[in-house]
C-alpha cells in the first residue's frame, strides 16, 4: 500500500468521532433536533446537567467543581468536538480552556455579561427561584405572550417543561455559575488569564438574551433559537466548520507522518 493511500484508510478509519451537545439554561437534546441530521457522521452525546448537579449545593457548586464533574460523567476528552447553545456554549467554552477541544458557540457567550437578563442580582434570583417563578402560571403566560407569533415558541413550551423537570434547586444551581464571585484580593491584582477563543460562532442579529460576541462571528438572521428556527443555514455552518476541522486534521497527520518516516506513520495513534 503506497503512501497516498495509507494516508486514505487512516482518514476513512478515524472519521467517526464524538460530538458533545451542550443545552442551553431550561433546554435539553431537543434544541439540537433540527441540526442534528447535519451531525450524522458523528456519535453525539447529548449532555443533561442534572447528572452532575445533585453533587453541588447552591452554595458550593461553581465553575471549576462543574466543569470536572462533567468530564468526568460524560468521559469528555480533548478529542472530542463540542457544540453549545446559549449557556451550554459557554460551558463548551470553559471545557475549551481546560481541555482545548474544538468548539461552537451558538447564540451563547464567553462572558456572562454579554446576557441582557439580571442574572446577577443574587438576592433578586434566588427569591425568584425560590417562589417557583421558573414554574409558576404567571411565567408561563408572560412567556407564551411575548412568543405567541414567534417560530420558537414549541421549544419555549419544551423550556417550561424543562424547568418543571428540573425543579427549583438545580435552576438556582445553573444561575449560581454565572454569577460572579468573591476573590482574594491578591487575586483581584493578577492578570486575567489569556483564554483562547472558540473555534467557530454563530450569532443571530436579533438575539434578544445575549448581546453580540466581541470575538469575530459570523451572524445569523433571527432571534436567540436560531436552532430551530434557522436549521438549514446553522447546519450548513456546521457541515462547513466540520469540514475544515477534518481537512486542518488530515494536513497535521501528513506532516506528522513526512516527520516521521512511513513506518512512523503506520504506528501513529489515530485520535481524529
Known amino acids: 500500500m503506497d503512501y497516498s493511500e495509507l ?13 458533545v451537545l451542550l443545552p442551553g439554561f431550561g433546554e435539553d437534546k431537543r434544541i439540537f433536533r433540527k441540526i442534528a441530521p447535519y451531525l450524522s457522521d458523528y456519535e453525539l452525546l447529548y449532555i443533561d ?21 462533567l468530564c468526568e ?24 480552556q481546560q481541555l482545548g477541544c474544538d468548539n461552537c458557540l451558538i447564540a451563547s457567550f464567553t462572558n456572562p455579561k454579554k446576557i441582557k437578563l439580571p442574572y446577577n442580582y443574587k438576592k433578586l434570583t434566588k427569591w425568584f427561584t425560590d ?4 414554574t409558576s402560571i404567571p411565567f408561563r403566560q408572560i412567556v407564551r405572550l411575548k412568543y405567541r407569533n414567534s417560530p420558537a415558541l414549541p421549544d ?8 418543571q423537570e428540573y425543579g427549583k434547586q438545580d435552576i438556582y444551581k445553573l444561575i449560581r455559575l454565572l454569577q460572579p464571585r468573591w476573590k482574594g484580593w491578591l487575586k483581584w491584582l493578577l492578570p486575567a ?24 462571528h459570523i451572524q445569523l438572521p433571527g432571534n436567540h433559537f436560531s436552532p430551530v428556527t434557522y436549521p438549514e443555514l446553522v447546519g450548513k455552518h456546521l457541515e462547513v466548520w466540520l469540514i475544515r476541522l477534518k481537512r486542518e486534521k488530515a494536513l497535521k497527520m501528513e506532516i506528522e507522518a513526512e516527520l516521521q518516516g512511513i513506518s512512523g ?3 501513529a495513534e489515530l485520535t481524529y
Request: glycine share 6%.
Open 49 to 69: 446537567y442534572r447528572s452532575v448537579l445533585n453533587q453541588f449545593t447552591p452554595d458550593n457548586i461553581e465553575v471549576n467543581g462543574f466543569i470536572n464533574a
Open 7 to 19: 494516508l486514505k484508510l487512516k482518514l476513512k478509519m478515524s472519521y467517526r468521532k464524538r460530538i
Open 131 to 134: 417562589k417557583g417563578g421558573f
Open 193 to 216: 488569564p489569556a483564554e483562547v477563543a472558540p473555534s467557530l460562532i454563530l450569532h443571530p442579529k436579533k438575539d434578544s438574551i445575549v448581546a453580540p460576541p466581541d470575538e469575530p
Open 265 to 267: 506513520w503506520e504506528n
Open 156 to 163: 419555549l413550551e419544551n423550556s417550561l417543561e424543562v424547568f
Open 73 to 96: 460523567h460524560y468521559d469528555i476528552n480533548e478529542d472530542d468536538i463540542l457544540i453549545g447553545h446559549s449557556l451550554g456554549g459557554y460551558i463548551s467554552h470553559l471545557l475549551r
